[in-house]
């Protein structure tokens, strides 16, 4: 088989399916000119946007906020060394229309970390991709 055949590209639909089955992904951003990975527990909206929880005073907010960032999430299973991966990327917003906010409050994820006040992040899912990976017999 060729290496190339084993991967296969998903369609939005597709992907959109797939990280809804997962509960935690990795942020992609910048932080002092460099890039940086953060994993968090998600969950999406309605419109296929990323949503987040965490601290208002969190250096994500402040790194995040009215700028594009990725969002990674993936599976793989070992055994039949097969999984996928889906990229979301778009802008990233704390919400703070009040009658989003409401909306939001019950979609939004828990956060890991006990916050006195959180706020939410969305990350809009203007692009989508993914590709999955075929189990192949273990060559070595």
């Known amino acids: 088989m060729d290496h190339q055949d084993a991967f296969r590209a998903l369609d939005r639909q597709e992907c959109l399916r797939l990280l809804a089955k997962v509960p935690v992904g990795r942020v992609v951003y910048t932080r002092h000119a460099l890039p940086a990975v953060l994993p968090i527990n998600f969950s999406l909206d309605a419109d296929a946007s990323v949503l987040l929880r965490t601290s208002p005073d969190s250096e994500l907010v402040r790194a995040v906020d009215g700028f594009v960032v990725a969002f ?42 006990p916050l006195q006040e959180s706020v939410i992040v969305r990350i809009e899912a203007e692009l989508v991709t993914g590709r999955e990976l075929k189990g192949t017999p273990g060559n070595g």
């Open 72 to 113: 990674e999430a993936d599976e793989y299973d070992a055994a039949t060394r097969s999984g996928w991966s889906v990229i979301v990327t778009g802008p990233a917003r704390v919400v703070r229309d009040p009658a989003e906010l409401e909306r939001l409050s019950q979609a939004a994820p828990t956060s890991w970390m």
